[in-house]
């Protein structure tokens, strides 16, 4: 049966061969990369194939599908970058699209990265990838580190005993990949000479194999074409669920007669024979080839997290970690993001309204262009640094094994919410900014925890709406201040610790999933991964959500002033829908148009809210108009503001100033321009209604930026279609209980 | 024999049954919207393997040493793994 089996998998590819037109080397070699997790598959493939690296998402899923496609010895090779498994088996998203990926697209060859320093777990797969006699070449990865611990590994041992290559390389300095490339190239130069190894899973397996092997030639002829036979034959007898609906083979008579004598000696759990054996295979190689030096002395990686999962520690540690990379995001982009904010509503805008009035646009395209498209595209722009120096820093943490840790400590006292300790990590962030912590679910293992993260964040009260309390506060309760501004921080936690009890219980019902993770070595990533993986993390957000941002941004335009020449605010639309949602709000204490309109423009982008509320109801001071400066005076200011910027990010991150202060110094001085707001607002609100709007600037839809960013990481509108409805219910929920609550109390109306 | 989150941290145990729901073994996480890496068995943790406890600190999660990896447990996973003790 063995010769049979590698027979016809050779006439196979010598059919393939024969049947290609164009001449060999001008044929594209379609490699696909397998490997454990935290093997340094990815890392490999940056090595290898660095800028080339094309990311996109398997179909169907949110998980990440790399491709690359270069040039190498003058053939074209395209790399396909396989999810980290553990095994072939069909229990998660992963494996399912690893394996239909090589079982379905049929690869020219796999490369297999194997993690040195942890042989046996690794070639557990190894023995599942040889099962579907595509050639395989082993990178013996973190071969560096092996040799390090003073293991010796018999490559040559490994390749005699798979009929495999073996090419011990080290993806993080770059050692061995042009032999793994040679390796890839003479591999797929002469297929045949490179199926691997079968391997003997032993005599009872190997005869119910033979067995079922000749009835199906048979019954199903057809089928032992379109799969590799081996890999059909064993796992049609370990009784593969996705395979049997694939092929329409279950509990048959077939299947019965062949596995009659193996249930009766090994018992009925077929799979778990099955997983036993080539555990037992994969052991047996690694005592093999692999020799250990007989003192370990303790590693460096124990010896941390003997401290930083100390369980007194541990915690105070994580908290430490996470407000310096808080922090330094905070303090390294905030300049860039206001020196982006004043270029653009400044130089920029004047340009492109001297540009316009060169060509005799109308009036209206003159504000179509700098309020709505170069405001729109304003408001994407100020996110950019915050969000690449946020991703660098996550990606640095997660490169260095510690948000592994991170999650490990955090994970008892997020279970009361219904998550894991990992979704503390995006959950802080939002205090910063929403968008970015909703992208960082993507680093969530699973769907439920990454959904129901990205529901709770929007609670998180971001750096955006601080601008709202601060003009409200400044006006109503200067003395209370910072008790108020508290009080709303805190609710937004208290809440969400309430709605992550309330989902739990309805729409992800169900077990927590239970925690089960690896904790890797401690490494230090390398300049060029973390660079890339910056890259990757926020290039999403620079592209997707600037189209969105930019069709947005000309609809609240619109919305603002149409019909065209409207002299009041109220009579356009945005002004008109204003004043339909406003006896909705009239329960919360503000019933006035303008705060509905402003609180629909806040839709947009929370700071908003304080600008239209200006734009409305203070006039506009003609006389302010100072004289324009020229183009070289505006050009002169870019870089010298750009330097100031730059000087200012540096100096932030070695200054020990809190947070809280940069912005809250920020704030106030924007406040102080804005004092006729205040004396306007004194008028319109009484200081109840005025907490009951904070408190609805707080939970209601942070912004459309936020729901993009959703959309986009849990893949449906389903999820923003929850989050609307249950934000907006929240919101007018607890304003109207602190409204009409306080009334009750007799703190006035 | 004893549960395996009955170790302290710095003993050792050999694995002598895994009682997981289902007979496959895998932890009853994998429902269809949630996609996880939570086969015990692929993690390394198999009957006859020794197992060294790394962190056992009261509360929460567990780290447990398998091979050359760190792996950690939920405790409601390392309940149900049972182990005899090994002394060093």
């Known amino acids: 049966m063995s010769v049979q089996a590698s027979n016809k998998r050779q006439e196979e590819v010598g059919e393939s061969q024969r049947g290609v037109l164009r001449p060999v080397e001008k044929r594209t070699i379609t490699v696909a990369v397998a490997g454990n997790p935290n093997a340094g598959k990815s890392t490999l493939i940056n090595a290898i194939a660095g800028t080339k690296l094309h990311v996109g998402n398997w179909p169907g899923v949110t998980v990440e599908k790399k491709e690359a496609s270069f040039d190498y010895g003058g053939r074209r090779i395209k790399l396909v970058d396989l999810p980290g498994t553990y095994s072939l088996s069909p229990y998660t998203q992963e494996e399912i699209i690893a394996r239909d990926y090589l079982v379905h697209e049929r690869p020219d060859l796999i490369i297999n990265v194997v993690d040195a320093t942890n042989l046996e777990r690794n070639l557990y797969l190894t023995v599942q990838l040889m099962e579907l006699g595509i050639p395989v070449v082993m990178a013996l990865n973190i071969y560096d580190e092996a040799e390090a611990k003073g293991y010796r590994i018999d490559v040559q041992g490994i390749e005699q005993m798979l009929g495999i290559t073996v090419v011990p390389t080290s993806a993080t300095r770059k050692s061995g990949l042009d032999e793994l490339l040679q390796s890839v190239l003479a591999t797929a130069d002469d297929p045949a000479g490179h199926i691997p190894q079968q391997l003997n899973y032993g005599e009872d397996i190997e005869a119910a194999a033979q067995f079922m092997a000749e009835s199906l030639h048979k019954s199903h002829p057809s089928l032992v074409d379109k799969y590799p036979k081996r890999w059909l034959l064993l796992k049609l007898m370990e009784g593969d669920g996705n395979l049997q609906k694939e092929v329409n083979i279950g509990q048959e008579a077939l299947l019965d007669e062949a596995l009659h004598h193996l249930k009766r000696a090994h018992g009925e759990d077929i799979e778990a024979v099955m997983a036993d054996t080539r555990y037992s295979l994969a052991s047996g190689l690694t005592r093999e080839v692999l020799q250990k030096p007989e003192l370990r002395k303790t590693e460096l990686t124990e010896k941390i997290d003997r401290v930083v999962l100390n369980r007194f520690l541990g915690i105070p540690i994580f908290l430490a970690a996470m407000w310096i990379t808080f922090k330094l995001t905070f303090d390294l982009s905030k300049p860039f993001s206001d020196w982006i904010g004043t270029m653009i509503s400044g130089p920029f805008k004047r340009w492109a309204e001297a540009l316009v009035g060169f060509i005799h646009a109308p009036d209206w395209t003159a504000s179509l262009v700098t309020d709505g498209i170069i405001s729109g595209v304003g408001n994407v722009l100020v996110f950019v640094p915050v969000i690449f120096a946020m991703m660098f820093f996550i990606t640095f943490l997660e490169g260095s094994g510690y948000m592994a840790r991170a999650a490990f400590v955090m994970d008892r006292a997020m279970h009361a919410i219904g998550l894991h300790g990992k979704s503390f990590i995006p959950m802080l962030l939002g205090f910063g900014c929403n968008v970015p912590a909703i992208y960082a679910t993507r680093t969530l293992e699973n769907q439920r925890d990454k959904t129901l993260t990205a529901l709770l964040i929007p609670l998180m009260s971001c750096g955006a709406r601080l601008p709202v309390y601060v003009v409200f506060i400044g006006a109503f309760f200067p003395s209370h201040a910072g008790t108020v501004l508290w009080s709303l921080y805190v609710m937004g936690i208290a809440l969400a610790i309430m709605m992550g009890f309330i989902f739990k219980r309805t729409l992800f019902r169900g077990e927590a999933p239970m925690f089960i993770m690896e904790l890797p070595p401690y490494r230090m990533p390398t300049f060029r991964s973390l660079m890339i993986h910056t890259w990757e993390k926020g290039k999403h957000f620079l592209i997707k959500a600037g189209t969105y941002i930019l069709a947005f941004s000309v609809i609240a335009w619109f919305l603002l002033n149409l019909p065209w020449g409207v002299e009041h605010k109220k009579d356009s639309y945005l002004g008109q829908v204003g004043q339909v949602v406003a006896p909705a709000l009239k329960p919360l204490g503000f019933g006035q148009w303008e705060a509905g309109s402003s609180l629909i423009a806040g839709l947009v982008a929370k700071e908003i809210v304080v600008g239209t509320m200006a734009e409305i109801y203070v006039k506009k001071d003609e006389d302010k108009k100072k004289e324009k400066p020229t183009f070289a005076e505006d050009l002169k200011e870019v870089g010298i503001s750009f330097a100031k910027a730059s000087k200012d990010s540096l100096a932030n991150v070695v200054s020990t100033a809190g947070i809280t202060s940069i912005s809250a110094d920020e704030s106030a001085e924007k406040a102080a321009e804005r004092n006729p707001l205040r004396e306007e607002l004194k008028k319109q609100y009484t200081p109840l209604g005025a907490y009951a709007f904070i408190v609805f600037v707080l939970l209601y839809i942070p912004c459309v930026v936020a729901i993009v960013a959703m959309v986009q990481e849990l893949g449906s509108w389903k999820w923003f279609g929850v989050t609307f409805v249950y934000q907006m219910a929240l919101a007018w929920g607890a304003a109207f209980i602190v409204y009409q609550g306080g009334r009750l109390l007799g703190l006035g109306g | ?88």
């Open chain 2, 1 to 88: 024999m004893m549960p395996l989150g009955l170790l302290n941290s710095g003993e050792q145990g050999e694995i002598v049954a895994i009682r997981l729901q289902n007979t496959s073994h895998s932890v009853q996480c994998c429902t269809e919207n949630n996609k996880c890496d939570c086969r015990v068995e692929d993690m390394g943790l198999r009957i006859g393997k020794k197992v060294e406890m790394l962190n056992n600190g009261g509360g929460g999660p567990l780290l447990l040493k398998v091979d050359e990896s760190r792996i950690a447990v939920a405790r409601g996973i390392a309940m149900k793994i049972m182990i005899k003790e090994v002394t060093r």
